[in-house]
């Protein structure tokens, strides 16, 4: 299933094999896997060395305590980071650079919740115990530090929302501005 998702998500991908053999955060995310079990059975160091040495291979880094969903995809892994008290749900898109950072050196849940359907791009950071809410969408380069609603779109720094409603309401306005200049 992940494979498909991959090949589904990234028109350049020519074949499932070119996916499985050709794309580092399919490797990471499968990689995960194994570090978490490695993790949960009781043996954090070993755990940890093996997602330095994923970390290496594919430039993607995923703490092995951190919760991966099912056909999570990372497009062009390269930069993104997972912290280890970050849970990602199933069928989330993250492009390269994005962190999933905490803001807090206290041993809580200091890493973003990102639900199912979630879209995050390139070079976004969600920083601290935020909730990217189902099906939401984070623009590259935004800086999340709120929580996201379900279905919100957010961009920038600091991350603002922005829907098919506000942009009807700037357009109205800006339509309003330019009669009036015409009267």
């Not at 995050?120 to 984070?138: K, M, P, Q, W, Y």
């Amino acid at each position: 299933m992940d494979v498909t998702a991959v090949h589904d998500a990234d028109p350049a991908a020519k074949s499932r094999l070119e996916v499985v053999l050709c794309y580092p955060g399919l490797h990471a995310v499968w990689a995960h896997a194994v570090t978490n079990a490695v993790w949960r059975a009781g043996f954090p160091l070993s755990a940890r060395l093996l997602s330095q040495l994923v970390r290496f291979l594919t430039g993607v880094e995923i703490h092995p305590a951190a919760t991966v969903g099912r056909q999570v995809v990372v497009d062009h892994g390269m930069g993104v980071v997972v912290g280890e008290t970050a849970e990602v749900g199933d069928r989330v898109h993250m492009y390269h650079g994005v962190t999933l950072g905490g803001n807090s050196p206290d041993p809580v849940k200091r890493h973003p919740t990102v639900e199912d359907d979630v879209t995050i791009g390139t070079n976004a950071t969600v920083l601290g115990d935020v909730t990217i809410g189902h099906g939401a969408r984070v623009g590259a380069g935004a800086v999340v530090t709120d929580d996201v609603p379900p279905g919100a779109t957010v961009v920038g720094v600091p991350a603002k929302r922005v829907d098919a409603a506000d942009t009807n309401d700037e357009e109205r306005a800006d339509s309003d501005r330019t009669s009036a200049a015409d009267d």
